[in-house]
């Protein structure tokens, strides 16, 4: 085997953007096709938004619930989630404890 060739081979950490999930679900986000500054549908093939014509960005949605990441979720690791999961459990099962 040739231990520095299989190193070199893979240069990329690809577990890197993976790890982050939604804050309300734990979900992955997804491209919501509507531009970020109207909530309005793009001007045909373009990144213009359709209703101020001004260049626009999608917002990105929760894959689960839909929520926006403006007022629903910011994007937390994995092992965050977990956690405030955790917590939020044990608040309610203090009494089986
Ligand atoms: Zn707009
Ligand atoms: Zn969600």
Sequence with gaps: MNYDQWK????????CL??????????????????????SSFWGETDIC??????????MVCSD???????????IEQHEYDERKRDDANEFNNDDI
């Excluded at 993976?18 to 909530?39: F, H, I, K, W």
């Excluded at 101020?52 to 999608?58: G, I």
Aim: glycine share 12%; proline share 2%; net charge negative.
């Design 50 to 59: 359709g209703d101020c014509k001004e260049h626009a960005d999608n917002f």
């Design 18 to 39: 993976s790890d982050l999930v939604t804050s309300c679900c734990g979900s992955q986000e997804e491209s919501s096709e509507l531009s970020n500054c109207c909530g």
């Design 65 to 75: 619930c839909g929520g926006d990441d403006e007022y629903s979720y910011t994007m």
């Design 8 to 15: 070199t081979s893979n240069p990329q950490d690809e577990g």
